[in-house]
C-alpha cells in the first residue's frame, strides 16, 4: 500500500501539483505539522541554531526538536537523501 502511494508522489512534477495533492490527501494541520518537521529537520542538518531555539522559532517543542534530529542522525537517511540533493 505505502509502495503505491510512494510511486504516485514521484508523478508529481511541480511543487503546484504536490501542493494540491497532497492537500487532498492531509488536512492543513497535518500538511503544517509535516513542514515544521522539515524545517526542524533543515536547521538541524545545517546546524543553525540550538534546539530550544529551533522550538522557539517554528513553535514547537523541543522533545519534537529532539525527535526529528533522532530521525535525521539515526533514521534510514530519507532526511539526509532529500536535504542533500537540495542543497541545504
Known sequence: MAQELYTAILKLKTPTEAARFFRDLLTLPEIREFSKRFQIAKALYRKDRS??????????????????????????????????????
Open 51 to 88: 534546539y530550544a531555539h529551533i522550538a522557539k522559532k517554528l513553535g514547537v517543542s523541543t522533545t519534537t526538536v529532539t525527535r526529528v534530529a533522532h530521525w535525521l542522525h539515526h533514521g534510514r537517511g530519507g532526511y539526509k537523501l532529500v536535504l542533500d540533493r537540495l542543497k541545504f
